[in-house]
């Protein structure tokens, strides 16, 4: 849950709900623990994993099925361009490096992990959950010093004060930070006792994610202000850590970033690939999308989403790119929490 969202979305939230973005993150969580609690009914309810894909194809709704996959895997390309756009924004900056550089470290870091997934992959949960507690601490870390050294002028320090209204719209266009718990669906039949374990790992994940998220909005938004928040949202996080902390703080804030981006990256190629492939399977994409190489892995599929989704995190907008993801899954979720 805690993946690259939160390094992508900070300064633009606080651009559109100023000193309510801690609101904007409440009501987001809000609607992403009532999609999680239907998510993990509707897995249970069929035993089965895949998503809402799977659960309308159940309830014999084949085309609005096949058409909220196209919508889905949508979401995911712009997904993963926003954490690429996002890697390349944290590695640029803390190197000081120019805006060419930094579309070419998306460009990199995109290739390199498609690359890596056409030739399959191993078990890595011990390292993501590494990865998790590191980037855990660094977060939570900072949004604490924050706290200590709270003081709530600087929520509106250099821009106009918005209305509570405006938290409202700030919550859809920052949903992209809320959507990972709908990966645990997929991995309905890895589990161990399934209809126990999922409701109790996704609704929990989404509480805990809440107070992250509104902790670190405040923390770190007191020690740099608003107003630069926003002037360089792509990396607000890193300046909010260099404030407190200095250069070691940056580098922290660099390397949590880093692997948080990449390993959302690596997630999401991971399993949209393999959704095209079961969706291509089951005759609601183009066969070839089900074409597999030799380490059988649905290359075709794999290559697509990896080049889409480069070239939007070169060329695109972090805030158009953010708002997109968010609006295309806000979308999706109402459809799964009216089937549920």
């Known amino acids: 849950m ?16 100023g000193q309510w973005a801690w609101l904007s993150f409440v009501i987001a969580g809000v609607i992403g623990f009532i999609s999680a609690y239907s998510y993990s009914k509707l897995a249970t309810k069929f035993e089965e994993g895949g998503g809402a894909f799977t659960y309308l194809r159940a309830m014999d709704q084949d085309g609005p099925a096949g058409s909220l996959a196209w919508i889905l895997i949508i979401g995911y390309v712009l997904s ?85 209204g405006n938290s409202i719209s700030g919550a859809a266009t920052i949903f992209i930070a809320y959507q990972g718990f709908q990966l645990l669906s997929y991995d309905y039949s890895d589990m161990k006792n399934p209809k126990r374990t999922l409701p109790m790992a996704t609704l929990t994940a989404v ?17 740099v202000g608003a107003e630069t928040m926003i002037q360089q949202k792509e990396v607000a996080l890193s300046l909010a850590a260099k404030a407190a902390f200095g250069k070691t703080g940056l580098i922290l804030m660099t390397i949590a970033a880093a692997f948080s981006t990449a390993s959302a990256i690596n997630a999401t190629l ?70 549920a």
Do not use: C
């Open 2 to 17: 805690v993946g690259g969202g939160i390094f992508s979305v900070l300064g633009l939230i606080i651009q559109t709900a």
């Open 270 to 339: 991971f399993s949209t690939s393999r959704l095209m492939d079961d969706i291509a399977i089951k005759k609601s994409l183009p066969e070839t999308f089900a074409k597999e190489n030799k380490n059988k892995i649905p290359y075709v599929g794999l290559l697509t989403i990896g080049i889409f989704s480069t070239l939007l995190a070169m060329f695109g907008s972090l805030s158009a790119l953010v708002s997109a993801t968010s609006l295309i899954f806000l979308f999706a979720f109402g459809v799964v929490n009216f089937v």
């Open 80 to 164: 993963l361009s926003v954490y690429g756009f996002t890697f390349g924004h944290y590695i640029s900056h803390a190197v000081s490096w120019g805006p060419w550089a930094t579309r070419l470290i998306s460009l990199a870091v995109v290739t390199i992990l498609t690359l890596i997934n056409l030739k399959g992959t191993q078990d890595s949960s011990g390292i993501e959950i590494f990865i998790v507690w590191g980037k855990l601490i660094v977060l939570v870390g900072l949004a604490i010093f924050g706290l200590f050294h709270w003081d709530a002028t600087k929520l509106v320090e250099g821009i106009e004060p918005k209305s509570i």
């Open 207 to 223: 509480l805990a994610v809440i107070v992250i998220y509104v902790i670190v909005t405040l923390g770190a938004t007191t020690l």
